[in-house]
């Protein structure tokens, strides 16, 4: 079956810009959690969805925010884009809540902040 | 200070070589996760562990909870086993805590 499917695969953006990340999770699987990945601060939890509704959210401003719709797809937004916004955006889903069972992650989305 | 830590950071290895990577964590966990990313970014997850030890193929997981340790084991490694290793935990506030990160280069 398909697996985890992030779109864009790369993004350049200007500061100040706002920007939509998009997670299509396997069929099936109704958790879709999003994470940044950057050189400095390695691998970060920015949230999760189950059944269309945000279970938890990292330490991170309300510039980020996500929603999940009823088949399960994910969206992931930043606004007033910043510098330091750069990194590798990686979603993962899994069929029950995020923990309780394996996750399997997408390739991941590239932004670029200029 | 990271609640996670992996040791070691970097690890080179010569093919065949049998390979481990630790990580340690600093409260009760309800799982922990090996996650391997290769160059390119994109991430697999190995394994889930709660207790006890796993194994598929050439890896082998183990999981100490009253130490708050866990193992990865690579038997007989291999060029393509050369990736980013990660270990992720999830405490009970559900949310998923990240290692640094082990560098594994297997040469041939």
């Known amino acids: 079956k398909a697996g985890v499917t992030q779109t864009p695969r790369y993004l350049i953006k200007t500061r100040g810009q706002q920007v939509t990340l998009s997670c299509s999770p396997i069929?099936?699987?109704?958790?879709v959690s999003w994470y940044q990945q950057t050189p400095g601060q390695g691998l970060q939890f920015l949230f999760e969805?189950?059944?269309?509704?945000?279970?938890n959210k990292g330490n991170f401003p309300g510039r980020f925010s996500g929603r999940q719709f009823s088949n399960s797809r994910s969206e992931m937004n930043v606004s007033t884009l910043e510098l330091g916004d750069s990194a590798l955006y990686l979603c993962?889903?899994?069929?029950?809540?995020?923990?309780?069972?394996?996750?399997?992650f997408g390739q991941g989305t590239r932004l670029t902040v200029v | 200070k990271n609640e996670v830590e992996q040791s070691p950071q970097n690890l080179t290895a010569q093919e065949g070589e049998f390979i481990t990577i630790n990580c340690s964590y600093s409260?009760?966990?309800?799982?922990l996760h090996w996650l391997q990313q290769h160059p390119g970014g994109g991430i697999v997850s190995l394994f889930m562990?709660?207790?006890g030890k796993k194994k598929h193929g050439r890896l082998i997981a183990t999981i100490n909870i009253q130490e708050k340790h866990s193992s990865l084991h690579i038997t007989a490694s291999h060029p393509r086993d050369s990736a980013v290793y990660i270990c992720?935990?999830?405490?009970?506030?559900?949310?998923?805590?990240f290692g640094t990160g082990t560098r594994l280069q297997v040469f041939p």
């Open positions: 562990l709660s207790s």
């Open positions: 969805y189950f059944s269309e509704t945000q279970r």
């Open positions: 993962a889903s899994s069929f029950g809540p995020l923990g309780d069972t394996e996750a399997f």
């Open positions: 992720a935990v999830r405490y009970n506030t559900d949310k998923l805590i």
């Open positions: 409260v009760g966990i309800s799982a």
């Open positions: 069929s099936g699987h109704r958790s």
